[in-house]
């Protein structure tokens, strides 16, 4: 049931190619320019028109709101704010008519997620699902919604499943965007081949870890690890941090690159490794003085980096490279080679990577 690899949690990142496909397939249509999604479309004016949209999510679900975020504040020039589904339910919101809340969970069957969604529809709010298990509490609690399609997440660290809701909120934004004409033809029409392309380019990640699990070596006996990144990044930086604690027991810290100065940058020493997620966008210069900033104070620097990029690579101590893809795609890529890396630090250290301790699948407890 492992499909011959050694671990669910193994399988599961390798499983990508093909659930991204699975997600994406019968929706996205690039040759025609469009994107069927019954959920968004039976319900295209609820979302068009909303003021606010509301994420509400805990953990790796959270950081997938958070892309959500960027994408539809960017795309639709709608109103973003993203939750912690435990705080949100008990800290009396503001919840107006009209708003369009988003529970976004693997399982269905977060307590804490599922409360809150009970809650903010008591008060007259339109919740849409993004979920992965099919006929799950919150799929059935929504008022409408769009599976993820990435199959059964058996490990315990969320890997597929996040993947596979990044592609459902990107298409979301897309839609939402060209219905209420604030994409321009062109850029709609790059952003559809992007995602398309999204399956392929994970699949060349995937090809040759060697390089990920020389570093994962060099690296598995440091007892702090920063992840930095900015703009469409910054969420992909927390979500490696937050994998290498569950999947290590190393602690991480996740901040927005620029962020650092105002507090981190002080842990910094000899023994201190900086994952940077620098791909090329539109804040690359900035992410450069980033690096030497850390470089300066002799920090190690692991880098994900554009292949064909030479000035990151040239600085950082260590490098794993993405394929060249628009930066609104880039997350579907950039995650990965930091699922691995936490995977090989974990197997490095010898820990049940499939079951880290402490931790449960589905939290259905508040
Ligand atoms: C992280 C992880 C958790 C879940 C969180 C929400 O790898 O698995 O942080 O993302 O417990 O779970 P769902 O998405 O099922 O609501």
């Not at 909120?169 to 839609?175: D, I, N, R, T």
């Not at 090809?207 to 990044?233: C, H, P, V, W």
Request: charged share 25%; net charge negative; proline share 4%.
């Amino acid at each position: 049931e492992k499909g011959g690899y050694d671990h669910f949690m193994l399988k599961e990142i390798y499983d990508q190619p093909q659930s991204i496909l699975d997600c994406l397939r019968g929706r996205l249509n690039p040759a025609a320019g469009t994107i069927t999604m019954n959920g968004v479309d039976n319900h295209l004016n609820a979302l068009i028109n909303a003021q606010r949209i509301v994420m509400v999510a805990c953990g790796t679900s959270w950081h997938a709101g958070l892309l959500a975020e960027y994408w539809i504040e960017d795309l639709c020039r709608i109103p973003v704010e993203v939750e912690y589904a435990s705080e949100f339910r008990y800290r009396n919101p503001v919840i107006n008519r009209g708003d369009v809340i988003v529970a976004i969970s693997q399982s269905g069957e977060t307590a804490d997620t599922l409360v809150a969604l009970e809650n903010a529809k008591e008060k007259g709010a339109f919740i849409f699902g993004v979920v992965n298990a099919v006929g799950s509490s919150i799929a059935r609690l929504s008022n409408a919604g769009a599976y993820t399609h990435a199959g059964p997440e058996i490990g315990v660290a969320s890997t597929k499943a996040f993947t596979g809701q990044l592609a459902v909120l990107v298409m979301m934004a897309l839609k939402i965007a060209y219905a209420k004409g604030t994409i321009d033809e062109k850029k709609y029409q790059h952003l559809l081949t992007e995602l398309h392309d999204v399956p392929e380019k994970v699949s060349q990640i995937l090809k040759d870890t060697s390089n990920i699990q020389a570093i994962a070596e060099k690296y598995k006996d440091a007892t702090d690890f920063l992840y930095l990144g900015r703009g469409y990044n910054f969420p992909v930086a927390l979500e490696g941090a937050l994998k290498l604690k569950e999947i290590s027991y190393i602690h991480a810290e996740g901040y927005p690159a620029a962020e650092m100065k105002h507090g981190p940058i002080a842990l910094v020493d000899d023994k201190l490794p900086v994952v940077f997620v620098a791909t090329k966008d539109k804040y690359y210069e900035k992410i450069v003085s980033n690096v030497q900033e850390i470089k300066a104070r002799k920090g190690k620097v692991i880098a994900v980096a554009t292949e064909g990029d030479e000035i990151i690579p040239g600085m950082a101590d260590d490098v794993m490279f993405v394929p060249d893809a628009d930066e609104t795609m880039a997350p579907l890529l950039s995650v990965i080679p930091l699922q691995l890396l936490s995977y090989y630090i974990g197997i490095a250290k010898g820990l049940d990577v499939d079951k880290p301790r402490n931790l449960a699948k589905s939290v259905t407890v508040e």
